[in-house]
Nanobody, 122 residues
Framework: QVQLVESGGGLVQPGGSLRVSCAAS????????MSWARQAPGKGLEWVAA????????HYASSVKGRFTISRDNAKNTLYLQMNNLKAEDTALYYC???????????????WGQGTQVTVSS
């Protein structure tokens, strides 16, 4: 079955950088669009970024455009999110998922991982 395991979260100061990763298995990673989404405490799910199967196309939410970069390594079945110039409002649980849906509202449909916590605080 689809398995997505996020890692690399942690505590970082405002203005700092962090890279989170997602190891994929159970499906043909190289044939799928992949996405990142996040959920801040007390808020709804927010789609963050997506990347096409061959990495030719990338898409970003306006809240992270210019600061975050999504990438992938199809040889390693791994998805990445490089986050620069982090702000307190970026604090959230970050999920990786299969597919591309900017209107995604839930992560419990079997297409998403369990998440990795990113906390931006001084």
């Amino acid at each position: 079955q689809v398995q997505l395991v996020e890692s690399g979260g942690g505590l970082v100061q405002p203005g700092g950088s962090l890279r989170v990763s997602c190891a994929a298995s159970g499906f043909t990673f190289s044939n799928n669009y992949m996405s990142w989404a996040r959920q801040a405490p007390g808020k709804g799910l927010e789609w963050v970024a997506a990347i096409s199967s061959g990495a030719k196309f990338t898409h970003y939410a306006s809240s992270v455009k210019g600061r975050f970069t999504i990438s992938r390594d199809n040889a390693k079945n791994t998805l990445y999110l490089q986050m620069n110039n982090l702000k307190a409002e970026d604090t959230a649980l970050y999920y990786c998922g299969r597919g591309y849906n900017p209107l995604v509202s839930r992560v419990d449909d079997g297409s998403w991982g369990q998440g990795t916590q990113v906390t931006v605080s001084s």
